[in-house]
């Protein structure tokens, strides 16, 4: 049997999620236009008869100066070093890809590198044209593929180009698992989700979500979680008035929950607590789950 691992990296927003979930034909990693959306490494593993690659979708690359950019860099290039081939994903629409090149010779791997132009069907022909002349000009060893994942546009040739790459042996992963987060961290990363989809960009930025309690009872699953702010005057922007923007963050995650899962979840409780500076604070970024390099 084939088997390996398969980074995907780039900038944020290129796309790597929806790459993750559309190779899997199911959601295990969320998808939102904001920066940070990914935070941490995400397996997601795609078995079929004769092989199982194991996709890691990674933090998008940014070059930001406090502790949690570190930790989300660190996750992503982490993720390259073992891999059987890179899947590196460059948003067509950048006028400017000099940050792209930047990344990628920093890259600094031995496997193969597969440069995935994504969104190509919003930019003028020439545009991509150009775009592919300079990455081949960059970059004469990797192979460009051009998609639109949004649309499955270019996927087949992903995947294809990605199993030669792989080698032989044992699987990693029993074959009906899909991904090797946990439901409390599905949970977890809903929630988020949610947060980025209703409030402005400052927030979500600074803000990070924990499960304090994580049950399967009767009839479905009983969640406790807090969102962690940094600013006190974020906290009524995050509960709203007479608390109408947490319900709807609750009500819209929880239902995001049940669709993914086909459970019912009796009952989300979200608290709200200020944590000045946890972006720089090594203890409370370990507590939030974001280790503590």
């Known amino acids: 049997m084939k088997v390996g691992f398969v980074a995907i990296l780039g900038r944020p927003n290129a796309g790597k999620s929806t790459l993750l979930n559309a190779l899997l034909s199911k959601k295990v990693s969320i998808v939102s236009h904001r920066a ?28 930001g100066p406090e502790a949690l950019d570190k930790h989300m860099r660190n996750a992503a290039f982490g993720s390259s070093r073992d891999a059987e081939a890179v899947v590196y994903l460059i948003d067509c629409g950048e006028k400017d890809m000099e940050r792209d090149i930047t990344i990628l010779k920093a890259l600094n791997v031995t496997c193969p590198v597969f440069l995935v132009l994504n969104k190509i069907d919003t930019v003028k022909p020439e545009q991509a044209m150009a775009a592919k002349e300079l990455l081949g000009k960059e970059f004469p060893d990797y192979q460009i593929i051009e998609a639109s994942l949004i649309r499955n546009f270019g996927l087949k040739q992903i995947k294809e180009a990605v199993i030669p790459t792989l080698k032989e042996g044992e699987p990693f992963y029993p074959d009906d698992m899909i991904t090797d987060k946990d439901p409390a961290y599905q949970a977890k990363e809903v929630i988020r989700q949610e947060l980025l989809h209703f409030l402005k960009q400052e927030i979500p930025h600074q803000s990070a979500v924990k499960i304090d309690s994580f049950e399967k009872i009767d009839g479905g699953f009983k969640i406790e979680a807090t969102i962690a702010l940094e600013k006190e005057n974020h906290k009524p922007i995050v509960i709203g008035k007479g608390g109408q923007m947490i319900k709807k963050i609750s009500m819209s995650a929880r239902h995001e929950l049940e669709r993914m899962w086909h459970q019912h979840i009796t009952n989300l409780s ?24």
């Open 270 to 293: 979200i608290n709200v607590e200020v944590f000045p500076n946890w972006r720089n604070d090594p203890k409370l970024l370990a507590e939030f789950g974001y280790g503590n390099e």
């Open 36 to 63: 940070q959306t990914t935070r941490d490494d995400i397996s997601g593993i795609l078995n079929e008869k004769d092989f199982q690659i194991v996709f890691v979708d990674t933090p998008g690359i940014y070059m």
